[in-house]
């Protein structure tokens, strides 16, 4: 078994798991998916809300906003607690109100010149410490991941006054804690030719493929077709639409070498994730060998 790093961006990664089974492929993605904890925002106190948008789904809005917040640095709330503490609470306050531009040109139709405040976006969300949260984070910026995010559209006399609670949990009990935009893997690809292409054929044949699959090289004056890179392929089977190339390519997948993308929503970077979903699942396997050593052999 082994892990190779393919490609790391800001908020993506691309990495092979080569020797496993899918079972534990799939268990992977899954607890990527479901299983890794975050913080979201879970009460939504309104105390003001004259928008067009309704209370319910201004509250639906927010929750589903991505807050850059450690999950590591809290414990989950007990089930019941109102208040909410400063070891298992973030809170945050939206208070804005549109009004009117007065220096405005009176023939102009544009909502961004007439009106202050008019859209309310994601940076408008401030952190609001509760207890001693200032001295246990004093380097934290607890804040939405994107500050473009659009919540509503405002017109002048309308304002939004709420307060927030964020609270730990897991992709299983509501999306909005799922830490990934998305989580896959498939096989790798393996591209036999069983005869040599030459000329028309191989440019025939590179056309079916994705760019990067099929090279074609000049051999003595031939245009001759190689598997470049298999791992590009898309397993589109245009191939088998042509007669003359059908016979001559094996298309199949290797069967223990998984693919994975795993692109994060920003909560945290999609390496510490991968690292996370690793300990949850080795922690599954020593309580399952910790049930099977406790049960009574006959």
């Known amino acids: 078994f082994r892990v190779d790093v393919i490609r790391e961006e800001e908020g993506a990664l691309e990495f092979d798991m080569v020797g496993i089974d899918a079972a534990i492929a799939n268990a992977f993605r899954r607890i990527l998916l479901a299983e890794v904890p975050t913080m979201a925002v879970e009460k939504v106190f309104v105390y003001n809300n004259t928008s067009i948008v309704q209370d319910e789904i201004l509250a639906h809005r927010l929750g589903l906003i991505p807050i850059r917040a450690d999950p590591r640095l809290f414990e989950y709330r007990n089930q019941g607690d109102e208040e909410g503490t400063e070891i298992d609470t973030l809170q945050f306050q939206l208070k ?18 007439l009106y202050f405040n008019h859209k309310v976006y994601s940076k408008h969300m401030t952190w609001v410490p509760l207890g001693n949260q200032t001295d246990l984070f004093p380097d934290a910026n607890f804040r939405p991941v994107h500050d473009d995010i659009l919540i509503a559209l405002l017109r002048p006399g309308q ?15 509501h999306a909005k804690f799922s830490p990934v935009a998305t989580a896959s893997y498939r096989l790798l690809p393996d591209i036999t030719l069983l005869q040599p292409v030459e000329d028309e054929a191989a440019e ?11 090279e074609i090289q000049n051999i003595k004056g031939k245009k001759v077709a190689r598997v470049a890179n298999a791992r590009l392929d898309t397993f589109s089977r245009e191939v088998f639409r042509h007669e003359g190339l059908k016979n001559r390519v094996r298309l199949a997948r290797v069967r223990n070498h998984y693919i994975f993308s795993v692109e994060s929503t920003g909560i945290l970077p999609p390496d510490v994730l991968v690292s996370e979903a690793i300990k949850i699942l080795m922690g599954k ?14």
Request: proline share 7%; hydrophobic share 35%; glycine share 6%.
């Open 159 to 173: 304002e939004i006054d709420v307060l927030m609670h964020c609270v730990k949990g897991i992709g299983k009990d």
């Open 204 to 214: 025939l044949l590179q056309k079916c493929f994705s760019p990067g699959v099929i």
């Open 285 to 298: 396997c020593q309580r399952f060998l910790n049930e099977l050593d406790s049960v009574p052999m006959e």
């Open 96 to 113: 804005i109100k549109c009004s009117r531009n007065p220096q405005a040109a009176r023939e102009s139709s544009d909502p961004n010149e």
